[in-house]
């Protein structure tokens, strides 16, 4: 079974410095997608961002973009401008390709607390 | 639009009774998901349907059942709450294939005395 693995239990940095969120995940196949959820305390699971593992190019959505380094098996989500409003528990997780032989569903990390100073 | 919907927000029962959490979905996916999340972890699937009537086991099954109801709707059984079972519930769905990303309920907080 695939592993995904979140060092960082909690990261604290102050409001519009840049933070990056680390991410490394293990898996022998080569067709699957790494996702970025978002946890505020209002417990809501929030799609930020979303890559293609056959895709060289990294995902950007405003704000947030990832380092996808397929090799190394690594997918960190970077912050910039970072804003209150960011504060939240971050997931990184793993879901398999069409083919990708492994079960539906996605598979979590641990987690990332992340804390935005004003 | 209302996207996932779960019922209800919050439980609280004695160890040995049964429950059921009922999810409802209105974006016309195939696949839906029932996961739970305990302090410190990250979501672990319990079952998921890859479509009207199919279910599959994921990572943790043991005490739960499901039912695929129909395309929209998606319960996850308790039948002898335990202890154990004390977690936040989060039913998901999505459109098979390509990679499509999972929108999720807001969750259900259950506590098993």
């Known amino acids: 079974a695939q592993t995904v693995t979140q060092s960082q239990p909690e990261m604290s940095v102050q409001e519009a410095e840049t933070v990056t969120l680390s991410c490394t995940y293990d898996?022998?196949?080569?067709?699957?997608?790494l996702f970025w959820y978002k946890q505020p305390p209002s417990r809501q699971m929030i799609l930020v961002i979303r890559?293609?593992?056959?895709?060289?190019q990294n995902a950007t959505e405003n704000r947030f973009s990832v380092n996808f380094q397929k090799a190394a098996k690594s997918f960190s989500l970077k912050i910039s401008d970072s804003q209150l409003g960011d504060t939240a528990m971050y997931f990184c997780?793993?879901?398999?390709?069409?083919?990708?032989?492994?079960?539906?569903?996605?598979?979590f990390g641990k987690g990332t607390h992340l804390i935005i100073q004003p | 639009n209302a996207g996932v919907t779960q019922t209800p927000k919050f439980q609280v029962l004695k160890t040995g009774q049964s429950m059921t959490l009922q999810c409802a979905q209105d974006m016309n996916h195939n696949s839906m998901y029932w996961y739970r999340q305990d302090p410190g972890m990250g979501l672990r699937l319990i079952y998921y349907?890859?479509?009207?009537?199919?279910?599959d086991k994921g990572e943790v099954p043991n005490g739960y059942n499901v039912s695929r109801l129909n395309k929209r709707e998606f319960s996850l059984r308790l039948e002898s709450a335990a202890p154990s079972q004390t977690s936040v519930y989060f039913c998901?769905?999505?459109?098979?294939?390509?990679?499509?990303?999972?929108?999720f309920g807001d969750g259900t907080r259950l506590s098993i005395l």
């Open positions: 898996t022998s196949e080569n067709n699957y997608y």
């Open positions: 349907s890859a479509s009207e009537g199919t279910t």
């Open positions: 997780a793993f879901m398999w390709g069409d083919s990708g032989g492994g079960a539906d569903g996605l598979t």
């Open positions: 890559q293609e593992a056959y895709k060289q």
């Open positions: 998901a769905s999505r459109l098979t294939g390509g990679g499509q990303p999972q929108h």
